[in-house]
């Protein structure tokens, strides 16, 4: 334990806000490391009180010491201002691991306690290699295999996924951004991705190049969605721009697919944006510098 203690004297140092505890309130037992993994990055997210994201303290360390043993240990305060009466904590640590400068694996582990000044250390044990009965102890953070090698940096965005809900004709359409270091105050914009060059498309549209600018910064979700590695945003600004197109393109099909009632009417067009690429770029604050990283859903 004697390593394991100075690497949670480390953690503490650079996590905890002035007035914390000495002791962290969660150890994370990481456990069947794949030892290619040479570098663990953290961060973490606080649901309550509801802080939201992590800001830049992200801490590092070095795994190849621990990769022969498979297993690394390290403590966590998820800390407030020491004016705040609030004991409770819940919120998620979330980790990436790294080889050789490439992201291989980013995962979020829920974290649930109460604190008080002799409560105990909550310990949460994280195997890598899941159970098959028991299933895993984390989330997985989507990394998109249309790259070999993600390389580390914030923001790093590895994967771009939608949720839908509501009914048929008249959904909310959820842009979901995943990737390392989307930090409290990151903001999105989003464009759609065309193959030909833009003023080509815009020419075999009809319609304005205006509106395929990049949008302004489009609302972010709230919640206990919301991560240092997901970001929800709301691209229900598209859904003008796009249903015209939509309906355009359906008047095109040959007959027998044209004539089918559902394609002549508005509610295909409401769930158009479930249905285009989209460019994003995210844009965060490092060490006092707007950094930015760009992902396309075009093939």
Known sequence: ??????VLGTLLFALCLPGCN???QFVLKLSKLDP???????NSTLLTPNKGPGGAKEITFDL???????????GLTLDIPSGDSEQRRTGSVEMAFVSAGCVRKIISVRLDGNFGVASPIATVEVPLVSD?????????????GKQACYQMRRPLITALQREITGPYGAPKTTLVVYGWGLLAG???KAQLALARPLDAACTLAMISCSTWDQSPDLPIGTGEQRSTTRLPVDIGIFTSTLS???????????PQLSNLSFLSEAKPGNMSTAIFPFKVTVSTTVDGKVTMDTFSEYP
Do not use: C, H
């Open 64 to 74: 190849k010491p621990y990769s022969a043993a498979g297993s690394f240990d390290f």
């Open 1 to 6: 334990m004697g390593t394991s203690k100075l």
């Open 22 to 24: 000495e002791k962290p």
């Open 244 to 254: 015209p197109l939509l309906r355009r393109v359906g008047s095109l099909l040959p």
């Open 186 to 188: 990151t903001t999105a």
């Open 132 to 144: 098959p009965k028991e299933g895993p102890k984390y989330t997985d953070t989507p990394i998109d």
């Open 36 to 42: 290619s993994y040479d570098t663990l990055y953290v």
